[in-house]
């Protein structure tokens, strides 16, 4: 975790090829690199979930450590530079992140060295959020569309609760029960576990 919002960076490699992903580095872009460095992984590309402040603050000192491309989803590069729509504006030090090197758009396989992640358009908590899935492994990157027993919240700017809802029904509870979630937040979580427990979803009408 990382920074004062407990932003959860997640470092993501292949243990043979030692290269590797860094997702939503938050805060705190010394920490990250350490991190990186005590993994001993190659970073191939920063991915971003979404663009909200709390998930991009550490983006520009990453990139310049490791001159790696910078991934978001089509329709949420306009929060990266934008401290009025990334919020954080209302904080006491407004992050301008750099210009995003790819935009991203659902269903799109990335090939990452060794990985391949599929993106899952997941619009609701923020304009054009996104998840990722590593489907060899089952296991996805959901940012703040889905936590453990909750949901990304959909009260700022660009969010839709019914949006949110279609998003997690068509996109997130479609998968097998076994993947794991690995939100922004929090712990760790399966589809399962959200499918018969999360009280968001419970007796909803998801595709």
Aim: with cysteine.
């Amino acid at each position: 975790m990382v920074g004062p919002f407990e932003v959860n960076c997640h470092l993501y490699w292949d243990p043979d090829s030692r290269q590797g992903i860094i997702i939503d580095p938050g805060a705190e872009g010394d920490r990250i690199l350490d991190a990186v460095r005590a993994g001993e992984f190659e970073p191939r590309a920063i991915l971003l979930t979404h663009g909200h402040a709390d998930h991009i603050a550490a983006i520009r000192a990453v990139k310049e450590r490791f001159d790696i491309p910078l991934y978001i989803g089509d329709g949420e590069q306009g929060l990266l530079a934008d401290p009025n729509a990334n919020l954080s504006a209302l904080i006491a030090d407004p992050v301008m992140a750099p210009e995003p090197n790819h935009l991203v758009t659902d269903d799109q396989v990335l090939s990452l060295g060794a990985m391949a992640l599929r993106v899952l358009a997941t619009p609701g908590h923020s304009p054009a959020g996104v998840c990722y899935l590593d489907e060899t492994e089952g296991v996805l990157f959901c940012g703040d569309t889905l936590f453990a027993g909750s949901i990304g919240r959909t009260d700022l700017p660009g969010g839709s609760l019914k949006l949110l809802l279609e998003s997690i029904g068509s996109k997130i509870l479609s998968l097998p029960d076994g993947v794991i979630c690995c939100p922004g937040h929090g712990p760790q979580t399966t589809v399962g576990a959200e499918r018969v427990g999360n009280p968001f979803l419970v007796g909803g009408s998801f595709a």
